[in-house]
C-alpha cells in the first residue's frame, strides 16, 4: 500500500498576509508530485513548511515524524572548495565504509554522466554540470523526501530535457519521494505522476491531475497530452 504524506489545516501568514488558511494536501510516497501555482503564491513556503523550515501557524503535517528532506534549489548550493566527488560524498550516511561511499558516489557520478570530471571543481564546470552535481548529491544524502524549488529555471531548453532525463534515471533507481515544485507546465507534464496546481492565497488546489506513465520518458507535445496540458494551463489562468 502506498503510504501517505499529509499537511492537514495548515496556516501561515506573513505580515497578516495568509498564505495558508486552513490548506491539506496529500502526497503520496515514492513518486514524483510536481506542483504548479502563481508566482508568490507560497510554493517555497509550502516546501520548506515540509522541510520542516518553517513552522505553520496552526495545523499538522502527518506522516513526516522522523522523516528527512534534502533539497535541490534553482541555484546549484556546491561546497566550492570541494570537488564533484567531495560534494557528493559530503552527504552520505557515515553508516558506510570508505569503500561502499566510493562505490555509491562512482555511481552516481556515472547516473548523471559526469564520469571524468569527479576530481573537478564547482567552479571548473558549467551551470547545468552544477546543477547535475546537485541533483546526485540530494539522492546520495540518506533523506526520505526530496524538496525541488524551480530546479530547472533559468537553463535552455536543450539542457533542461536533459536534465530531466538525468533526474528520472537517477529516480528510477531509488524511487524517492520528490516534491516538485515549478511554473513551468511542461516540466511537471515530464515529470509528475501527481500534479497539483495552487492558487494564489489563501492558497487552495484548484486542479489535481495524475500521469500513469514513466516519469521522464514522456514526450510532452504527443496529442495524449493535450487534454490535460489545457486543464493545467487553464487552471494556472493562462491560455495555451
Ligand atoms: N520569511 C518571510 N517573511 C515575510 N514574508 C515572507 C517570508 N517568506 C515568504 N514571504 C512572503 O510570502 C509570499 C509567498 O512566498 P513564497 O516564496 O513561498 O512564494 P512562491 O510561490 O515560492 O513564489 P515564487 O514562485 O515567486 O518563487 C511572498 O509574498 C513572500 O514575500
Excluded at 516546501?47 to 495545523?59: E, F, H, Q, R
Excluded at 566550492?80 to 558506510?96: A, D, Y
Excluded at 552535481?133 to 537553463?155: C, K, N, Q, Y
Aim: aromatic share 8%; hydrophobic share 40%; glycine share 8%.
Amino acid at each position: 500500500m502506498t503510504m501517505e504524506l499529509q499537511i492537514k489545516n495548515i496556516s501561515k501568514s506573513f505580515n497578516r498576509n495568509f498564505l495558508f488558511d486552513g490548506f491539506t494536501v496529500d502526497f503520496k510516497e515514492g513518486i514524483i508530485t510536481c506542483i504548479l501555482g502563481p508566482s508568490g503564491c507560497g510554493k517555497t513556503t509550502l516546501l520548506n513548511i515540509l522541510g520542516k523550515i518553517v513552522s505553520p501557524d496552526s495545523g499538522v503535517l502527518i506522516g513526516f515524524e522522523g522523516k528527512s528532506a534534502s533539497y535541490i534549489f534553482q541555484e546549484p548550493r556546491l561546497l566550492p572548495w570541494k570537488t564533484v566527488r567531495g560534494n557528493i560524498e559530503f552527504v552520505l550516511s557515515r553508516k558506510f565504509s570508505q569503500a561502499e561511499r566510493k562505490e555509491q558516489v562512482d555511481r552516481l557520478i556515472r547516473l548523471v554522466e559526469l564520469d571524468g570530471f569527479a576530481d573537478h571543481y564547482p567552479s571548473q564546470l558549467s551551470g547545468g554540470m552544477r546543477q547535475r552535481v546537485s541533483i546526485a548529491r540530494a539522492f546520495a544524502s540518506p533523506s526520505d523526501v526530496i524538496l525541488m524549488d524551480e530546479p530547472l529555471s533559468g537553463l535552455d531548453i536543450a539542457l533542461k530535457r536533459n536534465i530531466i532525463q538525468w533526474f528520472s534515471q537517477i529516480w528510477e533507481a531509488d524511487k524517492r519521494t520528490v516534491i516538485f515544485v515549478t511554473h513551468d507546465v511542461d516540466e511537471a507534464l515530464s515529470l509528475g505522476e501527481e500534479i497539483i496546481v495552487l492558487s494564489q492565497a489563501p492558497v487552495q488546489i484548484v486542479a489535481h491531475e495524475s500521469i500513469n506513465e514513466p516519469a521522464g520518458k514522456r514526450d510532452v507535445q504527443a496529442p495524449r497530452f493535450a487534454e490535460i496540458r489545457k486543464t493545467l494551463f487553464n487552471a494556472l489562468g493562462k491560455t495555451d
